[in-house]
């Protein structure tokens, strides 16, 4: 294993690798994910006052059809006590008790009606308010997002070269290495690490005494026994 080499492509691999997650951790995409997720936010919350309307319409209809039934039989009993001649007294006091009821329900369905009508009003405000939030944000997240179009065409760029420098350099190396290289990178990030008295510089784990010979007496690449890091012992 050409260790060395190896080493030399780590750089470039993790200066493109730095600068990959300088652009995901950048500031203004940080902020425009935020304002991503409050627009998403006021979005559902829009949604759910479009439902709580389409309930609150449903309530009304049912309302109002109450109203005009209990109207109906209202005006039933009217027309039955416009004419008491032929009627007992206790038939017209059952006549009024049923017309009081009657009342008593349609004053209740007319109160029901104004409380849905004062909800109603209530979802109406939050729906503006809602809108009004919204269109703050999405005026403010259009200006970020400008200004990180323009940085991220340039970002994008510059990773490019980057990586396409750490290619390079790849394409100089044994395939075999590499390969070890990237199944490491996998679940240890530097891959390598030079050992230094005794110690693996990745996880600064001292090596077993069994490792230290082995590396010594071979040329083949050890890894750290801890981390599994590729073990570099500069000349
Ligand atoms: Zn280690």
């Known amino acids: 294993m050409n260790l060395p080499a190896l080493w030399d492509y780590m750089q470039y691999d993790m200066e493109a690798d730095r600068f990959s997650n300088e652009m995901k951790n950048s500031e203004k995409r940080k902020k425009l994910l935020k304002q991503q997720e409050f627009l998403k936010d006021q979005q559902a919350r829009f949604a759910k ?133 990237r199944e490491i990178k996998r679940h240890c990030t530097p891959p390598i690490a030079k050992l230094v008295n005794n110690q693996c510089t990745g996880c600064f784990m001292t090596l077993s005494v069994g490792t230290l010979r082995e590396i010594k007496a071979s040329n083949a690449a050890i890894t750290c026994d801890n981390c599994g890091r590729l073990l570099y012992v500069p000349d």
């Open 49 to 181: 006052t479009e439902s709580d309307i389409a309930a609150v319409e449903e309530r009304i209809g049912k309302c109002r059809q109450e109203a005009e039934r209990l109207g109906k039989l209202l005006e039933g009993i009217s027309a039955e006590i416009g004419d008491v001649s032929d009627m007992g007294s206790e038939e017209v006091n059952e006549k009024l008790k049923g017309a009081e009821k009657l009342l008593n329900a349609m004053d209740a369905c007319e109160k029901e009606l104004a409380a849905i009508r004062n909800e109603s009003e209530a979802i109406d405000r939050s729906q503006t308010e809602i809108k009004r939030r919204a269109a703050k944000m999405k005026l403010e997240y259009d200006e970020v997002k400008k200004v990180y179009d323009v940085e991220f065409a340039r970002d994008k760029l510059k990773l490019k070269e980057l990586r396409d420098a750490a290619e390079k350099q790849a394409a100089t190396l044994d395939k075999d290495d590499l390969d070890r290289y």
